[in-house]
């Protein structure tokens, strides 16, 4: 990397930083107090070979003679990000996955989880001991929220400053080497969660010494925005871009997840999104590498497939319409996003099953303005659905799961539907057995922040009916509270309980079933071939035609309460059915029929 600290092969460590407003720069060496001064070259750069230095060394930055900063680019940080860099030998770990070349994409089954909670440990090593179970469960790739260093003991991780160093509460950068290890050893695909929209409040010193890295021309919800396209702008992008490649390379992950690239602003051609993608897979083209997008404005031309089908820029996109509308069916809430699903739910329902997105160009009343790009013509795969994730729980006041909201049979018609259908489907920790643990938002910040992020959490939620006065807004959890954070602890004890346990062999059902008749017939599918129908303005039927031909029919009918279902054409043999599926006479309340038919020609 043109950043950081590198090893020489003779010894010693060479030290680079761009800082391009600093009149003085020197590296620091906190052990013994050694001063180096760096070298100023061309374009803002400083670089310094040390002879001393090797792996293991603490290091800083001294700007100007003020006090000591982490390296941007630092890959270990042992303290915290207050505390001194650390030199890693990126070449120091052993592996023994060779022979790994991942998973295709239409394999994907994605399981989101939360280092710090997932486990009683809290740790990478902790993480490996439940891989077993996920291989168990049907899940074919671990999604990692994300791991550069924050601060504080806790956090979601999305207030990251130091974006190569993972989090050193979850453990060594070898240790995260480990778990990826384990995870291929056992045919699991690993994606790190990645955040290049914004770096967090605590700890980030770049405006110090290279105010460039930020825009005068674009703000974000976090503040100026990440300089993607303004002068100066080059070492920006490949800080990025050398990023995303880290932990594809160093760390041999599959695939990231880019989150809420709708706050990153940037006018140029080829934007930093399509530059990254390239960038990414043109150095591993022997592996499958896939990038996956959070993006709330639904651009469809980041999802562009090639004529046989491969992804041009990016694999997939989060599908939050999925979650919105099953979320207002089978909760019946209709407040903030929901507002926009809630007067023909579904209808909605069926172009989000058809076509990926609910909204492609029409107006959002929530945001109150267009929202979209056509996406019929992209296949299932693009898209990833999903019940929960990290978003869509903790960004509620109280945090709670979708499990403590809609009744049992609303739930599992809603599972059913996410885990049968096409499009890539994604768990949340603890999703499989209807984990009681909420997922609240927490965090760590020190004193100067702390009150700030308390009051904006309860001024977050104060237009909500029920939070609207100063004692129901008392009842929202205290991030910066460690019970908070304890709170969203997984309890794998459950797992003894019957009521759990048949949570987990149901979804374990279902996924046997994807595994086995769905997934084989995705690959290659490079277009969309989908049909819906709403019948009588109730029961929403999708057919899709698959690579092979065959033809995979959903029929759903949520609600409350029996209906008609005389006008339906069955077609294929019943994969999966809530109820007995030997006519649809009447349907009964929440019901999902998932069938299967062969193409013509075949027996």
């Known amino acids: 990397m043109p950043f950081g600290a590198a090893l020489g092969a003779d010894g010693g460590v060479t030290f680079r930083l761009w800082a391009p407003a600093a009149r003085r720069v020197d590296v620091r060496l906190p052990s013994d107090g050694h001063v180096e001064p760096m070298i100023a070259l061309d374009d803002g750069w400083y670089a310094v070979r040390v002879a001393g230095a090797a792996a293991g060394t603490c290091y800083q930055f001294v700007i100007d003679g003020e006090p000591g900063v982490p390296d941007p680019a630092s890959r270990s940080q042992p303290e915290g990000v207050h505390g001194p860099s650390e030199v890693v030998d990126p070449a120091g770990f052993e592996w023994r996955d060779a022979d790994w070349r991942g998973r295709p994409w239409h394999e994907a089954v994605l399981y989101e989880l939360h280092v710090g909670t997932f486990t009683r440990g809290g740790t990478f090593a902790a993480a490996v001991g439940q891989l077993d179970h996920l291989v168990g469960l049907g899940v074919t790739a671990v999604e990692l929220m994300p791991l550069a260093e924050f601060p504080g003991a806790r956090g979601w991780g999305y207030d990251g400053v130091l974006a190569f160093a993972p989090f050193h509460g979850y453990g060594r950068p070898d240790d995260l080497k480990a778990f990826v290890q384990a995870a291929h050893e056992r045919g699991l695909m690993v994606l790190v969660d990645v955040v290049y929209n914004h770096f967090g409040p605590e700890g980030n010193h770049l ?23 303004g002068p100066h702008s080059r070492p920006v992008r490949d800080f990025v871009i050398h990023n995303a490649r880290y932990w594809i390379e160093e760390f041999h992950a599959d695939g990231l997840r880019l989150d809420a690239v709708h706050a990153i602003c940037d006018d140029s051609r080829p934007d930093i999104l399509t530059e990254l993608a390239k960038a990414v897979r043109r150095p591993v083209p022997d592996r499958h590498v896939h990038l996956v997008l959070e993006n709330d404005h639904n651009a469809a031309r980041y999802l562009e497939r090639d004529p046989a089908g491969r992804p041009c820029s990016y694999d997939a996109q989060w599908n939050d319409d999925v979650h919105h509308v099953l979320h207002v069916l089978t909760t019946c809430e209709r407040s903030g996003y929901y507002a926009d699903y809630a007067g023909a739910p579904r209808r909605h329902l069926g172009r989000v099953l058809a076509e990926g997105f609910a909204q492609q160009g029409e107006f959002s009343a929530h945001r109150g303005r267009p929202r979209g790009e056509p996406s019929a013509h992209l296949p299932p795969t693009a898209f990833v659905s999903f019940l929960q994730n990290h978003d869509q729980i903790g960004n509620r006041p109280m945090g709670e799961r979708i499990g403590a909201l809609a ?36 965090c760590d910040f020190g004193p100067d922040l702390a009150d700030a992020v308390r009051e904006g959490r309860r001024r977050e939620f104060a237009h909500f009916p029920e939070f609207a006065d100063a004692g129901a807004q008392a009842r929202i959890p205290d991030p910066l509270a460690l019970a908070t954070f304890e709170s969203a602890r997984l309890d794998w004890s459950l797992l003894s309980d019957p009521a759990h346990a048949a949570w987990l062999e149901f979804h374990r059902s279902l996924l046997a079933i994807r595994r086995r008749e769905i997934v084989p017939r995705l690959g290659g599918l490079a277009r969309a071939r989908a049909e819906r129908v709403l019948h009588d303005g109730k029961v929403v039927e999708v057919r899709w035609r698959l690579a092979d031909g065959a033809t995979l029919q959903l029929v759903a009918w949520l609600g409350a309460e029996p209906v008609d279902g005389r006008a339906i054409r069955l077609v294929g043999d019943v994969l999966y059915a809530t109820a007995p599926a030997t006519g649809l006479e009447q349907l009964p309340p929440w019901f999902v029929r998932c069938s299967l038919e062969a193409p013509r020609g075949t027996a």
């Not at 609303?410 to 096409?422: H, K, M, Q, S």
């Open 207 to 229: 405006h110090r010494y290279a105010p460039q890295f930020f825009s005068e021309r674009h703000d974000t919800p976090w503040g100026p925005a990440i300089n993607f396209d």
């Open 407 to 442: 009744p049992p049979g609303a739930l599992r018609a809603a599972t059913a539907i996410v885990l049968l259908a096409p499009s890539p489907p994604l768990l949340f920790m603890g999703e499989e057995w209807n984990a009681p643990e909420p997922f609240p938002f927490f």
